[in-house]
Every structure is written in structure tokens, then in C-alpha cells.
């Protein structure tokens, strides 16, 4: 049974991808492993609920829905949140300046032995706590 690489994509990388930016092309190359079935993708409702007010708010509604169907076009599994990544999510938020869904993303990403693509430089004090792939 071949292993394959876990990654959780935050709001960053998808944004990154869906504006095109310099390293879209990094989070294409992931989508694509996930697409060919080479690596499991995450990312937290609450991640992509931030993208989806984002998006609405920047580009309106059409373009918010039309973020929805894309998005829903890639095996990306969107995890719904529990008790236990709250609880991990509030102790990266306690103890480092992140944002709150940042944490989530670091929470999901710590649970699930995932590396966490991402540009934000919020992550860079928790380098030691989880895997990190640089935009």
C-alpha cells in the first residue's frame, strides 16, 4: 500500500491559488496530488467559511458562490470541528499571536500529521509544533 502525504491547506494557499499569485503554482502541484490520489487534503470549515466571506465580501456573491462550486471540484475534505481540534486550536491561539482561524488550520494540521501550506507569516512561531510548506 503505497503512503501517501497528508497536506491542509489554509485560506492563504487557496487564495493564492484562486487570485493566482506567484506561488499558485506550488498549491496547484498539491491539488494535483490530491486530484491523482498521492496525497489527503484537508482544510477546517472554518478556513473555508473565511475564504467564502472573503471572497463575498471582496468580489460579491456571484463570485463567492462560484469559489463554492470550485473548490467542491477537488478532493479537498472540508472537516467539520469537534471538541478535540477546538481544544487544540484554542491552545495555539492562547499562545501565539495567530488568528483564530489560523489556529484551526494549525489544529487540523497537528491531528492529522499533515504538512500545512501556507504563506501566512502568523505560522512562524509554530514551526516547531507542525510540518509547514512555505509560499
Given at each position: 500500500?503505497?503512503?501517501?502525504?497528508?497536506?491542509?491547506?489554509?485560506?492563504?494557499?487557496?487564495?493564492?491559488?484562486?487570485?493566482?499569485?506567484?506561488?499558485?503554482?506550488?498549491?496547484a502541484?498539491?491539488?494535483?496530488?490530491?486530484?491523482?490520489?498521492?496525497?489527503e487534503?484537508?482544510?477546517?470549515?472554518?478556513?473555508?467559511?473565511?475564504?467564502?466571506y472573503?471572497?463575498?465580501?471582496?468580489?460579491?456573491?456571484?463570485?463567492?458562490?462560484?469559489?463554492?462550486?470550485?473548490?467542491a471540484?477537488?478532493p479537498?475534505?472540508?472537516?467539520?470541528?469537534?471538541?478535540?481540534?477546538?481544544?487544540?486550536?484554542?491552545?495555539?491561539?492562547?499562545?501565539?499571536?495567530?488568528?483564530?482561524?489560523d489556529?484551526?488550520?494549525?489544529?487540523?494540521?497537528?491531528?492529522?500529521?499533515?504538512h500545512?501550506?501556507?504563506?501566512?507569516i502568523?505560522?512562524?512561531?509554530?514551526?516547531?509544533?507542525?510540518?509547514?510548506?512555505?509560499?
Amino acid at each position: 500500500m503505497k503512503r501517501v502525504k497528508r497536506f491542509v491547506l489554509d485560506s492563504y494557499a487557496i487564495l493564492c491559488y484562486l487570485e493566482g499569485e506567484k506561488n499558485a503554482r506550488v498549491v496547484a502541484e498539491v491539488l494535483k496530488k490530491g486530484l491523482n490520489e498521492d496525497a489527503e487534503l484537508f482544510m477546517s470549515v472554518i478556513n473555508w467559511g473565511e475564504i467564502f466571506y472573503i471572497v463575498l465580501r471582496e468580489q460579491g456573491e456571484e463570485a463567492a458562490n462560484l469559489f463554492l462550486k470550485t473548490i467542491a471540484r477537488y478532493p479537498i475534505n472540508i472537516i467539520d470541528v469537534d471538541k478535540n481540534q477546538t481544544l487544540e486550536a484554542a491552545h495555539f491561539k492562547a499562545f501565539n499571536k495567530i488568528s483564530y482561524a489560523d489556529a484551526f488550520a494549525a489544529a487540523l494540521s497537528k491531528i492529522n500529521k499533515a504538512h500545512l501550506l501556507t504563506g501566512d507569516i502568523e505560522f512562524k512561531n509554530l514551526e516547531n509544533e507542525i510540518k509547514i510548506i512555505w509560499l
